[in-house]
């Protein structure tokens, strides 16, 4: 009676019949208002986001939070059935998981089971998207699966990403081919996120490639529980309740609200009821998908589920609301709107930049500054992580191919340290997947926490180089594998011990290939032999600082090749008084004017292009900080206004050495035999509120329609289409010139005239992740540092670090596919650097008596177009990955399909081989993803120049070992040798 009339809006009525009057009447619009209102189902999915690592360290958060959730969300499940929750970062919970017992383990098992418990995503992290390369996303999510299938036998249907900061092109083909159903987002320009809400767009299929759409749902309202209903701090009793120091992360909640109780729980549950409506009006569905939880949240699960509990008792006892709430995991909700969605809308870009609301109910306080924040700073933001990151995930590539290899051709034979599988290599693993995370590798997190990284990184890259020396040593000899060595002074000590040094030179690439290889020597008599003892052309040189032997090496697919260091007196290269450097592909002239780069002369095509690159730095506003770059109105200035200039010629490689500053300074090399230029730059942020870029100007017409275009990669694979001033999805009020049109590269970019105009292609490869623009015809830029918001009080960026960020210039005529094929293979050769080991040795003949000039795991070169993306030594056998190199249309052969036959492919014999999921924790054949309906008819992408035709399918060819790769396509096999 009381909740009837404070439903009703009635004036009081003193006489009884009047009373009834009114009851009757109330009683009548409820009637009538419950056969208007379509029955609403909401699913409510319980979570807590755990970041593994931000503003404190990945142990850290453990230790002082994230256990207690674990421990706390069990203890709730057990209590009642009809409570669920999801699980999401595999690092944290892998860490609980060992320290459990039997019987709590049994009970989780039981838990996903019945459905109460289930793990989306899967990754051992909740990886960054805009800033991780291939190799890196790949371990994120091998670890985490295969942790999951081995410990509990649970798979994953569910792709989670709902606090990165932006989502990749990359990411519709890597979740599909892991197999999942669908992908839950968030983080979107905040004008896209409104107007889809508008439209009802927010679920739709995305797909680049065919055969991989993806079922994506975009958060309406971030991640957070619907305001003024998380109780996490509700009858705790102190501060966390039953988790110490739970609150140290001070963006969790500082008090929790109101319980519910017999007094407010019928306007409570009638404001949640009005919200849940207000929602779900932006989906084409009666099904409504809403999260309850935050960052570090459910430490304290009683009470969220008690009051929850009473919540959803309420609404779904009073048909008045025409609602139904239930706990639910994220499968629940597919399963629910897969039976009622009409076709989906079709979206086939990335979401990139992102900007955060100005203004309004899902803006973040903190960042609630001006229509000016985009979030195109973390691009850059700590560099020197993000280099340490590459490095250590080459070092993991090299020591997992060496140990696959091993077990491949001598089973039963055991790297020294490594057990069953690649158990030796599991802290690497783990650390290297860690460092994904949204708040690492993209620099957001707080300086003690990118020291811990940096450290974590720096020992398992060594730990993976001793790895991999020890079983390459196996890959010569399996009974007496060579003493190889990893610490790089080991051939000076030899040679000032008048011995000789073997050299090792590895190779993880399918194809064989030359590169330059740099040791560090005591002094100039030395040389380089190779196995027959004949003179190898070298050179030294000092501009890194210290005096370095460089040679070419040759060195075959999957395998290594040893090259000999003498004592031997040889000429250093001469300076010369010429204005150019070159080799048989280049010329790279320099304006003695100014000493800076005014053309690059392609010497096969006779193509002169000009090339003005210089160091620039832009004045920071106060708003850019680790996530924001927000520059100052003025154009960027010349770091120097003078530049110091010297050149260098020698018989494998001409240098220019620029000096620009004391803290600046640029190295430009052209090696004898290999078509690229390559550009060291050496940077530190001399002074706070700076960022520090490198610009090319060019004379290629890159206009489309008016406004420059230049195309950046996602995460290594596909090639984006950027217009200045316009978004991917088509809003193109960019409010901030600058920053609003810097995107992210992790491995490429290129500059080319618009079709069908298209003559020449100015492509660039770089050794980690940067912030890239073009913001004038035939120019891109580069971030290259960034030093600013030193003292904030949360993510300061004062970082003072010096790096040396590496690129690489191919650029090519664009007719016969030579551009793309110039760029994708520098771009996947020069992000895996060859890996070196040493060995002092008393002679030459001492050496080549006992062991092959060669290894290789391969029986000949893959085919140009296919990539050995990795060989993963587990349990049940090796894991094989083979990736088609070619987007579609980007080159008239090599963008085909093509047939790699497995058991012609290494030198042991494939007896058995399975297609799997990417991550290799499901045979393919129990995959049954939903096949959802879409608007989608396929037709040419304009995210490339080129565009994207229909395409095959993928399959097996008429071998049984036959495989079909069709472009931009990865497919993964457990395969078991003889």
Known sequence: FVFWLSSCDMAPI???????????????????????????????????????????????????????????????????????????????????????????????????????????????????????????????YQHGHLFLKEQLNATVRVGYHIDPFGHAAATPLLFSSLGYDAFIGNRIDYRLKEEWKAKRNLEFSWQLTPGHALFSHVLDSHYSAPDTYDWEYAFSGGEGGNAPGARSNPTLVDSAYTPFQPRNIDSRAAAF???????????????????????????????????????????????????????????????????????????????????????????????????????????????????????????????????????????????????????????????????????????????????????????????????HASATGLLFSRTRPPPLATDPTTVARALAQGDAAAVVVSNVLGWTRTLPVSVLVPGPAVAVVDFQGKPVSSQLSRSSGQLELVFLATVPPA????????????????????????????????????????????????????????????????QSDAYIFSPLPDPPEPISSSVNLTLFSGPVFDEAVQVVSANVSQIFRLYGGIPRVHIQTTVAVATAFREIVTRFETDIQTSHTGEPVFYTDSNGLYLQQRTLGATAWGIDNVTEPV????????????????????????????????????????????????????????????????????????????????????????????????????????????????????????????????????????????????????????????????????????????TAATETTLSGAQPLSTVHRINWPTQCSRTSNPATRAGRGAGQGQGQGQGVFDVVLSPMTIRTFLVRFD
């Open 739 to 910: 920053a609003g049109n810097y995107y992210p590269i992790t491995n490429m970019l290129y500059l080319a005239s618009p079709a069908p105009a298209v003559q020449y292609q100015f492509n660039v490869v770089v050794d980690r992740a940067h912030g890239a623009a073009s913001l004038a015809d035939g120019t891109f830029e580069i971030m290259l540092h960034r030093r600013c918001n030193i003292e904030s009080d949360s993510i300061p960026l004062d970082d003072t670090t010096t790096i040396h960020a590496n690129m690489w210039l191919a650029p090519g005529l664009v007719v016969g596919g030579r551009a793309f094929e110039a760029l994708r293979r520098t771009a996947i050769e020069e992000n895996q650097q060859p890996t070196i080991a040493f060995a002092p040795i008393a002679s030459v003949s001492a050496w080549t008596q006992q062991y092959p000039a060669t290894v290789s795991g391969l029986l000949n070169s893959l085919p140009p177009n296919v990539h050995l993306q990795s060989l993963v030594a587990t349990r049940d056998g090796v894991l094989l990955r083979l990736r088609h190199i070619y987007d579609y249309n980007e080159h008239p052969d090599l963008a085909q399909n093509v047939t790699v036959t497995l058991d012609h492919l290494f030198q042991a014999r494939i």
């Open 273 to 467: 009821a009005a919200e849940m409506r207000n929602r779900s009006a932006w989906f084409q569905t009666l099904n409504l998908l809403v999260p309850h939880g935050d960052d570090f949240h459910y430490q304290s699960a009683r009470p969220q589920f008690e009051n929850l509990d009473r919540l959803i008792r309420y609404i779904n006892n009073n048909s008045t609301f025409a609602m139904t709430v239930q706990y639910s995991t994220i499968t629940d909700y597919l399963d629910a709107v897969r039976r009622d969605t009409p076709p989906l809308p079709c979206y086939d870009r990335d979401f990139y930049p992102y900007a955060f609301a100005p203004k309004g109910p899902y803006s973040v306080p903190d960042y609630n500054k001006s229509a000016h924040t985009y979030w195109t700073g973390f691009y850059t933001s700590r560099p020197l992580l993000k280099g340490e990151v590459r490095r250590a995930e080459q070092a993991h590539t090299a020591a997992s191919l060496a140990v696959a290899l091993v077990a491949a051709q001598y089973p039963g034979t055991v790297v020294p340290g490594c057990g069953a599988g690649q158990s030796c290599l599991d802290l690497v693993s783990e650390t290297i997947a860690v460092a994904q995370h949204h708040d690492a590798i993209v620099g957001t997190s707080t300086p003690d926490v990118v020291v811990d990284s940096l450290s974590r990184l720096a020992t398992v890259r060594d730990t993976a180089h001793t790895i």
């Open 14 to 140: 003193t006489p009884l019949v009047g009373v009834l009057l009114a009851m009757l009447g109330c009683l009548a619009s409820m009637t009538n208002a419950q056969e208007d209102l379509p029955h609403l189902n909401v699913f409510l999915f319980p979570h807590s986001h755990d970041d593994t690592g931000w503003q404190r360290t990945v142990d850290q958060y453990f230790d002082e939070q994230v256990k207690y959730t674990y421990d706390s969300v069990c203890e709730a499940l057990r209590a009642d059935p009809a409570r669920k929750f999801i699980f999401v970062e595999i690092a944290f919970f892998a860490r609980w998981w060992v320290l459990q017992s039997a019987q709590v383990k049994n009970e989780v098992r039981e838990f996903l089971r019945r459905g109460q418990l289930e793990f989306i995503n899967g990754g051992w992290c909740m990886a960054d998207e805009a800033t991780t390369s291939i190799e890196g996303l790949l371990l994120n």
């Open 559 to 622: 395998g290594a090749a040893t090259y000999f260091i003498v004592n031997h007196s040889q000429e250093a290269a001469s300076g010369v008084a010429a204005s150019s450097i070159k080799n048989e592909y280049y010329e790279l002239v320099f304006d003695p004017s100014t000493n800076l780069t005014s053309e690059l002369y392609d010497i096969n095509t006779d193509t002169p292009i000009k090339m003005r690159q210089t160091l620039l730095q832009y004045h920071s506003s106060p």
